[in-house]
Structure formats: C-alpha cells, structure tokens
C-alpha cells in the first residue's frame, strides 16, 4: 500500500483503534445525508415532471396543426399531405369547445367536450387505457355521417374562394371583388329580420298573428306568478325518462371525478348544451343554444383530477352539429414516435403545409406554462439542497484542519525524516476523499432506500391541489450518479486548503510552537 494512502487510513482511525474517529464520522454522515436528500429531491421533482408528462400525454397528442380560421372543412385534405412523415405513427381530427353538462339536478360547466374519430383515437391519444368501466364500443352510432351546415356563412365561402371550390361567380370579377360582394350580401341578410311577425295591417282578421280577447292577465297586472314554473310533460318531455330511448342516444365518454360530481355511471343520461348564443358574424345568422343527450358509454381515470373533471370525449360527427359548421374541426392531432423529437417534427410539418393559414403546437408548447414551472422548481430545490452538501464539505474541511493541528509534530518528524510535501499533500486529499466516497455511498444507498419506500407505501396527495393522488418518484440512474459525482468533488475541493496547509508545515516551526 502506498505510504500516503496508509496514513491517511491511519490518521481516519482514532486513537483508541476505533474504526474512525469521532470527527471522521460525523464527516461521513454529513455527506450522506447531503447526498441523500439531493438524491431524493430529484427523484421526486422528476416523479412530478414525468408524472405530469405522462398524464397530459395520455389525453392529449403530441402535435397539433390548427388553422387561423374558425372553418376546417379540408381536413381530410392536409392529412392526406401529412400521411408518411417521418416520426408520426398516428393522425386523426379533433373538435373542441366548453361546454355544459347537466344530469339531474348536477350541472358542471366549463367542461371540454372532444370530439373524436373512434376509428383513428387509439392512435393518437392513450384514451383506451386509461378506461376503467365501459368501452369505446358504441362512441359512433350506426351508419353516422358528417353533418351538414344549413347556413353557409362568410368564411366557409371565403375558405370556397381560396381552395378554388365550384362557386356562383361571374367570371370577369377578381377575388376581390368577389370577397366585397361577400361582405355586403352577408352585412344585407344581417339587416334584415327574417322572424319579425308581418304588419297588423297585412293580417287578416283571425290568422293566427293577432291577439283575440282580453290581454289582460287574470287578476290585473298585480297578479303574482308561480314559484314552480310547471311545463305539462306532453310538452316537454324528458328524453333520458325512456331506457329505450337511452340505449339508443350517442355515446359519450367521461371522467371518474365528472362522473361521481354529476352521480352517474356507465348506461346513464346526461345532457350537453352549448353556451354559445348571439349573432355570429362570421356565420351571419344567430345562434341559440343547442342541447343534445349523451349515453355514457365509459369512464375514464386518467390520474390527473384536472382532467378527469373537465374532459368528455364523443364522436367527432356529434360534436360538430354543436356548431352549424358542417364537417370542419378545430384541428388535426398527431402521435410521434419520440415525444423527445415533437418540436423538430412539428417545424418540418409546417415546413411541408407551406401555408401562413396553418400552424403548429408541439406538446411542450401547448403546456407551457406547466412543464417550465415544474423545471424551474425542479432546478431551484436541486441547488438548494446541493447547499447541504456544501456545508457537510466544511465539515470535511473542519475534520481535516483538526487533524493537522492535532498531528502537528508527527507531521513535522515525518518531514524530518524525508517525506516530501507531494507525499503529505497526497495524504489528507485522500483522506478528503475517501471521507466523500464512504459518505456519498452511504448517502446514495440511503436516498434509494427512501425512494424505494416512497413508491412501496405511497404518501397520498390531495388531487385538487396536486393534481395526483400519490407522490410520483422515478429513480434513474443518470441522476444518482450526477450527485455521486458532485459529492466527490466538492468533498475533494474542500481538502485542497487542509493538505496545502499540512505540505508547508516546517519542522523547526512545529516543534517551536510546541
């Protein structure tokens, strides 16, 4: 054994041949806990982040190609385009609005419905999965067909004048003029009032239009309304009352929370209403309300109460009548290979569409907001509880300092009898570092038996905060032998002082001060 190494192993016993002096070992336990603690603090910070990542890609596609207009109705067109790119192993259009979900007395508003293509959403999107009662099976109804639109508003013959479609069109006008008679034939059916009763003097007498009788209500106009606004159930009737009727509504898919919020389960009724209402300039028409019943079909647990409360997936044919747009969707969603790989692939798309009317979104930068967070928490706790190991290196430092004051004359002696600074340096830097190896082994062994305690036990989490229900932990070893390393080093630095000091003690002043 080299002569260094064996003193060093020497000075790390004390003096009454124990294993390690009292000073060594409190050294020792300060690297481990350092280095357990940063070991565990990553492993949880990337728990949440995998967590979180896996959560969000299991409800939602990798890529998105969306379109600067509210009229998609080529979908079918730029996924044929995009059929074949490299990386993708999934396509399929998407429609999606808020909604409001009522059963019974229980209404959840704000919900998202999504509609999908049945055919193509396994592909796309871990829906099947993460189904926990039900099935897919009956999501498209039976011979189902796009709708069509009764209204042909001003983007849709917009859309007609830039795709070149067939329409009625003189053919010495520009696009231009074109578009300027669009405008003002939309502008004259919005002036117009096409549900206005016609003039009492253009009625006849009894036609219908005109009030007969008294119109005063019974009691005088100081007459009180009824609390309970009763309708006779021949004029509404409730569709969800009827199982037969029931059975044959269109599937819908839910989540575990939205569904124990409204209290209904797999085979029960809800009902879908659209919020909208107003004057749609773009469709030049007004539009009411519309409310469609849904059979729930399947409940899905997706793990993350975010989604399973405000997500409801359907058919992608029911979901566009919600809208008097025909058959256009909000975007196309895709799958790719290696999610690692979606921003690169989501430019070469947008290279390949050509188009300043398409865009695209990969995954990271449809969440933000939410996976900078989780890096930025992740960075600052990983510096934070670096500290600790820095503080245990001071009691290295300390340990080491001790030491060479407590060794002074033999230090002295050995210099006397030739050892070399280079001889003694070495001496305390391995002590240094076999302080911080035994420690960051120690520490590694501890942080893995914690983490491995937190996944067998689980420390449960509330799901409206956290949005999980359990403590994620991922153990990787990339990020245990990343702290081994940091730990060795620091541990390493902080014996630089110390040997220095030990190197450039002379004899003649060790034994004067003595």
């Known amino acids: ?110 919900v998202l419905v999504k509609g999908v293509d049945p055919d193509r959403v396994g592909k796309v999107l871990d829906l099947p999965r993460h189904i926990v009662e039900g099935s897919l099976q009956g999501l498209r109804a039976r011979n189902a067909k796009p709708p069509e639109r009764r209204r042909r508003g001003l983007d ?25 008679d669009l405008i003002d034939a939309t502008a004259a059916d919005s002036a117009k009032a096409p549900f206005a009763a016609p003039p009492a003097s253009a009625v006849p007498e009894n036609s219908g239009y005109l009030p007969e009788g008294s119109v005063v209500p019974e009691g005088g106009y100081e007459s009180v309304l009824p609390e309970d606004d009763l309708i006779p159930e021949e004029l509404d009737p409730d569709p969800c009352a009827d199982a037969v009727k029931v059975s044959a509504l269109p599937g819908i898919v839910i989540g575990r929370t939205l569904a124990r919020n409204l209290s209904v389960g797999v085979g029960g009724c809800i009902q879908v209403t659209s919020p909208t209402i107003g004057f749609s300039y773009s469709r030049g028409a007004i539009r009411a309300p519309v409310a469609r019943q849904f059979r729930v079909i399947a409940i899905f647990d997706a793990g993350f109460d975010q989604y399973d409360a405000k997500l409801v997936y359907t058919d992608l044919y029911e979901a566009q009548i919600f809208y008097d747009a025909g058959d256009s969707v909000t975007g196309i969603e895709m799958k790719v290979a290696d999610i690692d790989q979606a921003r690169q692939i989501s430019r070469d798309i947008e290279d390949r569409l050509k188009s300043g009317i398409y865009h695209t979104m990969d995954w990271e930068e449809l969440n933000h907001g939410l996976f900078t967070a989780l890096r930025i928490q992740q960075i600052l706790m990983s510096l934070v509880l670096a500290l600790i190991i820095v503080v245990a290196a001071f009691t290295v430092i300390a340990t080491l300092i001790m030491i060479v ?49 937190l996944l067998v036990y689980g420390l449960p989490l509330d799901p409206k905060v956290y949005f999980i229900s359990r403590l994620p932990v991922i153990v990787r070893l990339s990020d245990f032998v990343w702290v081994g390393v940091f730990a060795i080093l620091v541990c390493l630095v902080a014996t630089v002082g110390p040997a220095r000091h030990a190197a450039k003690l002379r004899p003649a002043e060790a034994f004067r001060e003595n």
Do not use: W
């Open 1 to 110: 054994m080299e002569f260094p190494l064996e003193l060093a192993l020497r000075y790390m016993r004390s003096k009454k041949r124990a294993f390690v002096s009292v000073g060594t070992l409190f050294a020792i336990l300060g690297v481990a806990l350092g280095v357990a603690a940063l070991a565990t603090v990553i492993s949880v910070t990337g728990g949440f982040r995998a967590q979180f990542r896996e959560k969000v890609l299991g409800v939602n596609a990798h890529v998105l190609v969306l379109k600067y207009s509210s009229d998609f109705s080529e979908y079918r067109k730029i996924m044929e385009q995009l059929k074949g790119m490299p990386g993708v192993v999934g396509i399929a259009p998407f429609v999606i609005s808020p909604m409001m979900v009522t059963h019974g007395e229980r209404t959840a508003t704000g």
């Open 405 to 453: 004051i407590d060794k002074k004359r033999e230090i002295a002696v050995l210099k006397a009898m030739g050892a070399s600074d280079g001889q003694l340096l070495r001496t305390f830097v391995y002590q240094g570092t076999l302080i911080g190896v035994v420690g960051t082994v120690i520490g590694l062994g501890l942080g893995l038996a914690i983490c491995k305690g």
């Open 156 to 180: 849709t013959r917009l859309n007609d004048l830039a795709l070149d479609k067939p329409a009625a069109k003189a053919p010495e006008k520009s696009v231009l003029d074109e578009i300027e």
